[in-house]
């Protein structure tokens, strides 16, 4: 079965510095998506970023960037330049390919809780 | 709508009640999902409908829990006989398909209180 695994409940940055979140995940598939999303306290689920597995390239959006080494089954995201907003919680989330697994289920860690520090 | 809606925001029942939670997902979009959030965890999977149809429904923890989606756009997620256990954030979230983006579109939640 497939698993993510985020081992941080909780990080803290100061403001402007950059931090780095951890994922971790399992799969015996070799074509998926992985996701961070990021829930700030009103509680909507916001994409911040998403790597498809075929793609060697590492993802970057704006300050957000990731690190993805598919034979280490290693997803972790790095925030640059640190901003109050982005304090929320994060999740690492895996979806399998459709055509194996018949169905789109995302699949969620539990979570990181990012504080930024002014 | 614009985004996916969810009513109502937050319910409180009582114990062995019948609640119904909705979804309104983003025009157009054929997938919907329902997670549950208990308090410091991550979602949980519970169903997934494409169209009208329940496409995988793996999540659902026992047969106190159904789904509908009649028309292919709104969700309604039922639970009966409520217990305690029951109490968590439900989040709806939709999805364009055949994606290319595999983006999910959630909506705020409905927090469920059962006391």
């Known amino acids: 079965a497939q698993t993510v695994t985020q081992s941080q409940p909780e990080m803290s940055v100061q403001e402007a510095e950059t931090v780095t979140l951890s994922c971790t995940y399992d799969t015996s598939e070799s074509d998926y998506y992985l996701f961070w999303y990021k829930q700030p306290p009103s509680r909507q689920m916001i994409l911040v970023i998403r790597?498809?597995?075929?793609?060697?390239q590492n993802a970057t959006e704006n300050r957000f960037s990731v690190n993805f080494q598919k034979a280490a089954k290693s997803f972790s995201l790095k925030i640059s330049d640190s901003q109050l907003g982005d304090a929320a919680m994060y999740f690492c989330a895996y979806r399998p390919p459709f055509t194996t697994s018949g169905t789109y289920k995302y699949i969620f860690g539990t979570g990181t809780r990012l504080k930024v520090l002014a | 709508g614009a985004g996916v809606s969810q009513t109502p925001s937050n319910k409180v029942t009582e114990k062995g009640k019948y609640v119904e939670l909705r979804c309104d997902p983003i025009s157009g979009h054929t997938a919907l999902y329902w997670y549950r959030q208990s308090l410091g965890q991550g979602p949980e999977f519970l169903i997934y409908f494409q169209g009208t149809g329940a496409a995988d429904d793996s999540g659902l923890p026992n047969d106190r829990f159904f789904a509908v989606r009649p028309e292919g756009s709104v969700s309604t997620l039922k639970i009966q006989r409520t217990e305690r256990g029951d109490s968590a954030v439900y989040l709806c979230?939709?999805?364009?398909?055949?994606?290319?983006?595999?983006?999910?579109?959630f909506g705020e939640g409905s927090r469920l209180t059962v006391l």
């Open positions: 790597q498809e597995a075929y793609k060697q």
């Open positions: 979230a939709s999805s364009p398909l055949p994606g290319n983006t595999g983006e999910l579109f």
